[in-house]
């Protein structure tokens, strides 16, 4: 293998890793699923984090700090306090709650984000296809994907999931994900969610500037004011 293609590898390996702890940092924080954040994901990505940009390392960094002495039921009493409804209005993490009012929308989306899933033999399960983790998980699969694919000097295979990432960029991530890192940042203030959405606006701003792509927002939601504290989501399809 040549030595861009190394590096190439490692980059995306590193992007995996940093993808797949803001997805699991945002999925609810089941006791099985806080284990996987803090023993496999946080260690993972804190092992790889010097790859990515600096800020992003930093991001990773502080959240390392953040989660210091968590359990499943602090974040869970966390989580609940920040997203105990079903559609909370300060910092929604389904995207069909940032950008589409109408049914027919939302059915849109929803619809668009299944083709891509199942176009790499991914099928939502335990959560809905527009929430936050799920999506950023489908990122982190398909860096690991195409880390595997540079490693084993698969141009094509490489090829076809950076395209994937850009056109799930572009038609998704970056168009409301920007908006929920900020949210987190205020209403998960005093807690580790306000390092998650520190990270999270590392993560993809690296990824706009990496991609060329714009951040756009298609109807935002009204303003939030700052609060005082008070599981992956996709499978493999059987074949």
Same mark, same amino acid.
């Given at each position: ?61 502080? =959240?390392?700090?953040? =989660? ?135 993560? =993809? ?35």
């Amino acid at each position: 293998m040549g030595a861009d293609l190394a590096v190439g590898a490692t980059r995306e390996l590193a992007r995996s890793a940093v993808l797949g702890l803001c997805s699991q940092a945002l999925a609810y924080p089941t006791r099985e699923a806080v284990a996987g954040l803090l023993e496999e994901d946080l260690s993972f990505a804190s092992a790889l984090a010097d790859e990515m940009p600096s800020e992003v390392a930093q991001a990773v960094r502080a =959240l390392a700090h953040a =989660l210091e002495g968590a359990t499943a039921e602090t974040l869970e009493a966390a989580y609940r306090e920040r997203f105990s409804h079903v559609h909370p209005r300060d910092c929604p993490l389904y995207e069909t709650d940032h950008r589409a009012r109408e049914v027919w929308r939302q059915t849109e989306i929803l619809a668009d984000l299944g083709g891509f899933y199942r176009a790499f033999g991914l099928a939502e399960c335990r959560e809905r296809a527009d929430h936050a983790s799920v999506e950023l998980e489908f990122l982190h699969v398909l860096a690991y994907k195409r880390a595997w694919a540079l490693e084993r000097g698969e141009a094509e295979h490489a090829s076809t999931c950076e395209a994937a990432e850009r056109a799930f960029l572009a038609d998704h991530v970056l168009r409301w994900l920007p908006e929920v890192a900020e949210r987190l940042r205020a209403v998960g203030r005093g807690s580790p969610y306000e390092a998650v959405g520190a990270l999270l606006a590392a993560v =993809l701003r690296a990824e706009a500037e990496r991609t060329g792509l714009p951040v756009s927002a298609d109807a935002p939601i009204g303003p939030v004011e700052p609060r005082a504290p008070e599981d992956v989501a996709l499978c493999e399809e059987p074949s």
